[in-house]
């Protein structure tokens, strides 16, 4: 019989996925299923979670040039 | 990364909503519309009554429309002149413009009407008034023949200024220039159209300044529409032709609002959709510069394309002022013979072509 | 331009019954005739005004050109939404009351366009007091929402309808913008207007008041004249209690509750104009006196802002988005940064709502551009915003474990039909769709009709 698995289907790019799969690897409580290389079937209350950890991740990896504040 | 990407965003504005000029140039010839058949058809002031609330519809398609209308009248009713807007509304010290002066109180109860066309049609009334009591000071009706026709190249060319002066005030802060396709003027972003209701001919002299408010008109996109309720005009049809304007001449005068609404109301943004009367034959017989006769065959300068019904005499152009040079026999139908230099050669077969002196 | 269609398009919702009384008034005609209709829509109206006999949809055909089909089918669809036209036998017929009204707004001799006073004001008031009115009014309104300090503070109603309206909310003590309130702010003033309006129409419900008087006397102020004192004599019930409230917006004057005339200030009398010359309130008066609009922004290409103004409110909004480093007499300067777009987009404005505040509010050399706005600022503000999403979500059930080929295509089909599908897998055999509810009865609807089979053949 089919069945019905209710979720939050998060499309990003693949580094993005490759990141929310390194979160997941901890506790492995935020994914429910892989579905393809760009999508992943996350349980719907741990997405405001998963959202920051994502934000966490990137501001650690991501630097960008400061603004300067002379003209 | 393409839906991020806003060089087009800004190429198509909303075309719909910019605000258009009409002009409406009027025939007030006495005599087409006082005879048969016309008189019974379409009397003049059923035909006025209409146009006035051709103009409210137009009026009516947003706030921003404007209109005027010029009477062109015969030769010796004075030239044309403008009826609507009469005169600029009187400033106060800081340059903006007062609010009306106040007018007479209405009676209570009176029935009102939406403020733009009661003042559009007060002051096409009043001006026309004016207008025509002037027309009948000067003329004493002796010689009727001359009357009947119609200048129409001052009220061309007072329409044609009229719509650069108020086009124009735009031009410094809005100068977006439109694609071409939708007719509208190079300069701000007013729409304007001309529409001519002719009842009489062409008046023959008047052949070099039509055709140059014609190609004024054509540079800047502005369509001259054309509706013949009376008579018949080559220049008309080559103005409408060439501007893209809609020509029609109307075989039931007494559907004239129903002519209007339909074929004359959309402006230049709505007609890219609609299918407008087009012409089919138009009749592109030019007037020749030195006695002003319509030809069909004639002779043109080669430096400024000044026509010609005869040889200028000692051979200058009237124009141009250039010394040209005339081989005797200008109809010449050569086979295919070397040319040799100096002389006019002719072109294939049959067609009676027109000798070019050469300088 | 389009943000104020969009506003009017709640009108379209209206029952055909509130149409029909909304036609009886040619002003209200006119008004509706002018904004909510396409240019083509407006055209086909006209030329069937003076027809008597329906016209044949052959007709309409053929009238439009074959390639502008897609804008036919809008106007069509539009005109029959607002209860226009109906079409009966393959003929257009224009609705007669519509019709008889219009007629009656283009030839006059109804009492429809408002009753001016007859008798001279004791207290002339003049266009100047009425532009300063208005602009005072309604500048306390936005700084009231964006929360600057000024003296005047709207009345109680106008707080009531800001709340109600989702443009602010009420936290502790005082309310605080929301999300909404912000792109509201960015908005030009007439669909600001509008916006207020609007919301005061769906509130007027609670109020016992009726929706088709409201509207009525919105439309009636739009075709007003500006300077000219009218009475309210010929104002229902419901009108004269909209005029307090009116008041309070600066749409209307009044110099006492009492007193029996009312003067109409620019906002009203441009209700019913196009909004793309009307920006600020203060700009609009200067767009409407002299015929071309002063914007007062200039971005360059370095992403540096220059903003000739000295209005607070003006200055507040510009500190949303961009951060503010110098402060002139006349002007300010100051810088696009990725923090500062960062710090508006977690406030709530998206970067669309930045991008067409600025060209609403572009100076006129900045104008002389195309496109006005230099495209790499433009690309950069949308990419800062979408630096933020890195990801899309959407909530929905992923059905997996088909048993046969046949099921899963069948059931993929299905949901495809629905509009319900998401993502799929055909080596799997798992698909993503948005709501799972007539899936899960299709698939059960099957598995009894497999059953039947079954039985019926056994």
């Known amino acids: 019989m089919p069945r019905a698995i209710p979720g939050v289907m998060v499309e990003c790019d693949a580094s993005i996925k490759a990141i929310i799969v390194k979160i997941d690897s901890e506790r492995h409580d935020y994914i429910l299923e892989d579905l393809d290389e760009t999508t992943v079937l996350i349980k719907e209350s741990k997405l405001a979670d998963l959202k920051e950890a994502l934000e966490r991740e990137l501001q650690d990896t991501q630097t960008f040039p400061e603004d300067e504040d002379s003209d | ?47 006025l009554s209409n146009l006035l609330l051709f103009l409210n519809a137009h009026l009516a398609f947003s706030h921003t429309n404007k209109v005027a209308v010029i009477a062109a009248a015969a030769p010796r009713g004075g030239g044309a002149k403008i009826l609507y807007p009469a005169a600029e509304l009187p400033t106060d010290t800081k340059g903006r413009p007062q609010s009306r002066p106040p007018q007479p109180a209405p009676q209570p109860g009176e029935p009102n009407k939406y403020r733009p066309f009661k003042d559009l ?130 075989d039931a005068p007494n559907g004239f609002l129903q002519y209007l609404m339909m074929a004359y109301l959309p402006d230049p943004a709505a007609r890219q959709h609609l299918v407008l009367p087009t012409q089919a034959n138009v009749d592109f017989r030019a007037a020749c510069f030195c006695h002003k006769k319509v030809v069909d065959v004639g002779y043109v ?42 002389t006019a050669t002719g072109s294939g077969a049959g067609t009676p072509t027109v000798g070019t002196p050469r300088p | 331009m389009s943000g104020s269609l969009q506003s009017f398009e709640q009108l379209e919702a209206l029952p055909p019954a509130t149409f029909k009384k909304l036609y009886q008034e ?87 366009f408002g009753t001016p006073c007859t008798t001279e004001d004791k207290h002339p008031v003049t266009v100047e007091y009425l532009d300063n009115y208005a602009t005072a009014q309604w500048e306390a309104i936005l700084h009231y929402m964006v929360g600057t300090e000024s003296e005047r503070k709207p009345s109680e109603g106008v707080m009531r309808l800001l709340v109600a309206g989702g443009l602010m909310e009420k936290r502790s003590r005082r309310a605080e913008i929301t999300q909404a309130g912000f792109s509201f702010l960015l908005q030009d003033a007439n669909t600001q207007v509008w916006t207020l309006l609007l919301q005061y129409l769906s509130m007027a419900a609670s109020l016992r008041m009726d929706h088709v008087e409201i509207l009525h006397f919105f439309m009636l102020l739009g075709s007003l004249d500006l300077g000219q004192a009218y009475s309210k004599a010929g104002l229902t019930p419901t009108q004269l209690n909209m005029l307090e409230d009116l008041r309070d917006y600066g749409i209307v004057y009044q110099r006492k509750s009492s007193s029996d005339r009312y003067y109409p200030t620019r906002l009203a009398t441009t209700l019913t104009s196009e909004s793309a010359a009307l920006r600020t309130v203060q700009q609009g008066f200067d767009a409407a006196m002299s015929q071309s609009g002063q914007g007062f922004i200039v971005v360059e290409t370095n992403y540096r802002l220059y903003a000739y103004t000295s209005s607070p409110l003006q200055i507040s909004l510009l500190a949303f988005f961009a951060r503010l480093s110098q402060r002139y007499p006349n002007l300010v300067t100051g810088k696009i940064s990725r923090q500062s777009i960062r710090q508006a987009i977690r406030m709530g404005i998206t970067a669309s709502q930045i991008i067409d505040y600025l060209t609403v509010n572009a100076h006129p050399q900045l104008r002389k551009n195309t496109p006005v706005l230099p495209p790499t600022v433009v690309d950069q503000i949308r990419l800062w915003q979408i630096e933020g999403e890195r990801m899309k979500a959407t909530p929905g059930s992923l059905i997996r474990d088909f048993s046969t080929e046949r099921d899963y295509r069948e059931t993929l089909n299905y949901a495809e039909e629905l509009g319900v599908l998401l993502w799929r897998n055909d080596q799997k055999r798992w698909f993503f769709v948005s709501r799972h509810e007539q899936i899960a009865d299709f698939i059960a609807q099957r598995a009894r009709a497999q059953a039947a089979k079954a039985q019926g053949r056994a």
């Open chain 2, 1 to 47: 990364m393409d839906r991020v990407d806003a060089t087009e965003h800004f190429a198509q504005h909303a075309q719909g909503d910019l605000p258009s000029l009409l002009v409406l140039i009027i025939d007030i010839n006495p005599i087409p519309w006082t005879t048969n058949p016309l008189s019974t058809a379409l009397p003049f002031n059923t035909a």
């Open chain 2, 301 to 342: 300068c080669s430096i400024c394309l000044s026509i010609f019904c005869t040889v200028p005499p000692d051979n200058i152009c009237m124009t141009c002022q250039t010394k040209l040079a005339h081989t005797v026999g200008g109809m010449v139908v050569r086979k295919k013979k070397k040319k040799k230099a100096g």
């Open chain 2, 121 to 250: 049609e007060e002051g096409v009334l009043a001006g026309l008034g004016k207008v025509l009591a002037s027309v009948n000071e000067e003329d004493d009706g002796t010689d009727r023949t001359v009357v009947s026709e119609t200048r129409i190249a001052g009220a061309l060319t007072l329409a044609l200024a009229y719509i650069n002066r108020l086009a124009g005030a735009g031009a410094d802060n809005l100068g977006q220039t439109l694609t071409k396709g939708t007719g509208t003027t190079e300069a701000g972003t007013m729409q304007s159209r001309i529409l001519v209701v002719s009842v009489a001919g062409d008046v023959a002299s008047e052949y070099v300044p039509v055709m140059n408010c014609v190609f004024a008109a054509q540079k800047k996109h502005i369509p001259i529409d054309v509706c013949k309720v009376a008579g018949n005009s080559v220049f008309l049809q080559q103005a409408a032709d060439a501007t893209g304007g809609v020509y029609m001449k109307l």
């Open chain 3, 26 to 112: 040619p002003c209200t005609t006119l008004a509706l005739f002018r904004r909510m209709l396409p240019n083509l829509a407006k055209s086909i109206v006209m030329a069937m005004l003076y027809q008597d006999d329906p016209v044949p949809m052959s007709f309409i055909n053929a009238w439009v050109k074959p390639t502008s089909r897609r804008e036919k089918e809008m106007a069509l669809g539009k005109l029959r939404r607002l209860c226009i036209t109906s079409e009966k036998n393959q003929k257009l017929t224009l609705d007669a009351t519509f019709k008889a009204s219009f007629r009656e707004a283009l030839t006059g001799g109804s009492r429809s």
